[in-house]
């Protein structure tokens, strides 16, 4: 398993505390749900940007006749 420093102000990680505490998590499980979450936004972005090119490629192919 690999780590990650990762440098925190104290606003930061006030908010993570509370937000670890009010689910009743560790700290670390709450960041990790956190970096997943951006990742799989990520992809979903990605997902939705193929399906929509790929449905209106036809309307695309005209446009730029």
Do not use: H
Not at 13 to 21: E, H, I, P, T
Not at 25 to 32: A, F
Not at 42 to 60: D, G, P, T, V
Request: hydrophobic fraction near 35%; charge should be negative; proline fraction near 5%.
């Amino acid at each position: 398993m690999n780590t990650l420093p990762l440098p925190l102000n104290d606003e930061e990680m006030s908010r993570l505390r509370d937000r670890a505490q009010k689910a009743q998590l560790p700290i670390e499980e709450v960041t990790r749900q956190g970096i997943n979450a951006y990742l799989d936004r990520e992809s979903e972005f990605e997902q939705i940007k193929n399906y929509l090119l790929q449905k209106n490629a036809e309307l695309y192919r005209r446009l730029a006749q």
